[in-house]
């Protein structure tokens, strides 16, 4: 029954900031125990993986990242988001919000459409 859905921009200059939210309905962003990711997929390549904010607010990054991101959350609007700073080209993706179970599950109905991100000048 949850429904996510990414927003922002389709296109953004190198050097700038990424600014993406996930907005999370038919169930709380905080409640025991889902992890609130982000994923992307360059094209021709496969899943790449972002990162999290928990239902606490626990932050993890992909260490190949972590740099450059941020995740935060919105709980009175029920989003979270990420922050992707002095993006390159390489960052031009396809950007997915999903929910994982505590178990580590990812279910078909749990991700967002996704929103296709080009990097460039």
């Known amino acids: 029954q949850v429904q996510l859905q990414e927003s922002g921009p389709d296109l953004v200059k190198p050097s700038q900031t990424l600014s993406l939210t996930c907005t999370v309905s038919?169930?709380?962003?905080?409640?025991?125990?889902?992890?609130w990711n982000w994923i992307r997929q360059p094209p021709g390549k496969g899943l790449e993986w972002i990162g999290y904010?928990?239902?606490?607010?626990?932050?993890h990054y992909n260490p190949s990242l972590k740099s450059r991101i941020s995740i935060s959350r919105d709980t009175s609007n029920n989003q979270f988001s990420l922050h992707l700073n002095s993006v390159i080209p390489e960052d031009t993706a396809v950007y997915y919000c999903a929910r994982e179970e505590n178990g580590g599950t990812f279910r078909n109905g749990d991700w967002g459409q996704g929103t296709k991100v080009t990097v460039s000048s």
């Open positions: 038919g169930g709380s962003i905080t409640a025991n125990y889902y992890y």
């Open positions: 904010i928990n239902y606490s607010g626990s932050t």
